[in-house]
């Protein structure tokens, strides 16, 4: 279920708050919700997954990406998440795992991290986001 792109991350689609228990079983040290509330009717809201995770013994974040794409805010919040895990791995999700997947590619690279990796990571894990290699190059640079 969980989709592991570096050791550092792992995406997946939307998880249900009992997933929180396994995700701790599996050595992540923090979930990172990408889905907005109300996005569908049957999700877990972002405070019934923060209590799960809290619940759990997990650190959560929410930092939402709606259709409308994402902000520089968006991928350093991301950025600073993956700082504050130091080296366990994160759990970030979405309603498919693909925005979950741009945000820490773009995370990643504005944390120096090689574009060309980065992009090689997700291609293992199913997400095709050679169209973001010119901006992860341009994070990448600083």
């Not at 013994?57 to 794409?69: E, K, N, Q």
């Not at 791995?89 to 498919?96: G, K, N, T």
Request: hydrophobic letters at 50%; glycine letters at 8%; aromatic letters at 4%.
């Amino acid at each position: 279920m969980f989709i592991h792109l570096t050791p550092d991350i792992s995406v997946s689609q939307q998880i249900a708050p009992e997933d929180c228990v396994a995700a701790k079983a599996q050595g992540f040290a923090a979930i990172v919700n990408n889905r907005p509330d109300g996005e569908a009717p049957d999700q877990p809201t972002a405070a019934e997954m923060r209590a799960a995770a809290t619940a759990a013994g997990l650190r959560y974040a929410d930092i939402p990406v709606d259709h409308s794409g994402m902000s520089m805010p968006q991928v350093e919040a991301m950025a600073a998440e993956l700082a504050a895990a130091a080296g366990r791995p994160v759990l970030a999700f979405c309603r498919s795992g693909t925005r979950s997947t741009h945000l820490w590619a773009l995370a990643a690279a504005l944390g120096g991290e090689d574009p060309d990796a980065i992009v090689a990571a997700a291609a293992n894990g199913g997400h095709a986001i050679d169209g973001l290699l010119p901006t992860l190059h341009r994070l990448a640079a600083g």
